[in-house]
């Protein structure tokens, strides 16, 4: 059975039940069933894609996306979602590893598409609607697939004549190769599999409680796995709604968790700081919220507290790209009792704390998570022995410790971690303490070679507008809270720090950046 046919169950069971809202605007389990049946066949007769194909997609959070990852699905056919934030040059050499032979691309990302095709020049290019500007496209469209949550084109195609769809034994097939952010190298690209997504889903809608009732709220972008796969697809799976942003903007977050009366979402830190930053927030409706998940990166608990504090239950989701990516996730009952923690290990996973030797770590002591489970990835794309991937198992490169409870807590990246006169330094610690100061808008903890130390910590800081807060203010920060050794040696202002596209602070090249390696 395909991974699609659990929408064409719904829109028998359900068939008026809102699947997707956009822009204002629903679609019915049954209608997107019926654009899901459409575009399968049109995907096959006029693109010509056959199972194993990949196929791009590069524009905003739009139910376009949802429709083309069901369609080739149920073709055998794999998506590559494409980061819109990366540069041209970045998103050709991703379409060009993936051997990708059909770009659907917004037009709002004609300069990208004309780097991807000039690295590419045989790749078929569509369209997903007609510019928000009136501009043209450089050059002539191949097969436009019609304006957001419009008959698409292709319907009247799939009318007579069109190729049958043969679903059977699908499960095992790779359906999606979503790559890295690429923040130290060359990305890579994590193949899943429409059974390791069933896992996954499985996984998620335990962790969450999903359910028919549910009203997603996603704005966080679907061309990663944790917009896509952490609460979208559970949530169709389980018969919900899910509203979708185009893009995140806080104002707007925050106006439509009251509009669409929204149960659930996802953010990430970058989100959070900015939704509570936002004029509004003292005064928006979140009564309808029951349940609001973070993740990423590791939260800080003031972050959670704020939320905590207008009577929503946050949670927490520890994954990767490669591992679905719900990994290990903090359960409702145990979200007011474990703020900060990423949880226990998610229903069907299988977590490890390891030291360098590969040993597993005593209880309360601090390892590598090694993560294996069946939602996990069959591999990266053209590089079958990467070593992060061995006998099963993800070696993850987080570090973390387990509690007396079983909860797991994320404290950084091994390749973070400082070592200072022999004593390990997590920069999680020393970047919690700078986040809970009003005067700092972000912040990066990394380590500076030290001739007599080994290294030392630096924190590099964002100061919010118009501040003018010291080297010795941020210094006495410290003072009582964690140990002395842990104290940042160095403090650098700079006007900003680098992103990748989840709002996630890329460390690496920052010291040289800084002229400080």
Known sequence: MSFARFIERWASLRPEHPALRFQGRSLSYAALWQRIDAATPALARELGVRRGDRVAYLGYNDPELVVLLFALARLGAMLVPLNFRLAGPELAGIVDHADADVLIADPDFAASVAAIRAARPAVRLVSTHAARDG????????????????PPLWSAITR?????????????????????????????????????????????????????????????????????????LPALHAGATVSIEARFDPGAWLRDVAAEQATVSLLVPATVRAILEH???????????????????VVPSQYIEAFIARGVTVVQVYGATETGPVSIALRPEDASRKIGSAGKPALHCDVR?????????????????????????????????????????FHSGDLARIDEDGFYWVVGRSKDMIISGGENIYPAEIENVLAACPDVLECAVLGQPDPKWGEVAVAV???????????????????????RFKH??????????????????????LLQALGLH
């Open 135 to 150: 501009t043209a496209w450089p050059e002539r469209l191949d097969t436009p697939l019609g304006p957001p949550l419009s």
């Open 461 to 483: 800081i964002v100061r919010v507008p118009n501040s003018t807060l010291t080297r010795e203010q941020v210094l006495t920060l410290f003072e009582g809270r964690i140990a």
């Open 279 to 297: 004029p509004q927030w003292p005064a928006a409706d979140l009564s309808s919220l029951r349940l609001l998940n973070m993740g990423s990166s």
């Open 160 to 232: 007579s004549g069109a190729p049958a769809v043969d679903e059977g034994g699908n499960d095992a097939l790779p359906m999606m190769i979503v790559y890295t952010s690429g923040t130290t190298g060359k990305a890579k690209g994590a193949v899943h599999t429409q059974e390791g997504m069933l896992w996954n889903i499985v996984c998620a809608t335990h962790a969450q409680d999903l359910n028919v009732h549910d009203r997603v709220l996603m704005g966080l972008p679907m061309f990663h796995v944790g917009g896509l796969c952490i609460q979208t």
């Open 353 to 393: 704390l390891v030291d360098n030797q590969g040993r597993d770590v005593p209880r309360g002591e601090v390892g590598e998570l090694w993560l294996r489970a069946k939602n996990m990835m069959q591999g990266y794309w053209k590089d079958p022995h990467n070593p992060a991937f061995q006998d099963h198992w």
């Open 488 to 509: 940042p040696r160095h403090i650098h202002f700079v006007e900003a720090l680098p992103k990748t596209a989840l709002g996630k602070i890329q460390k690496s090249g």
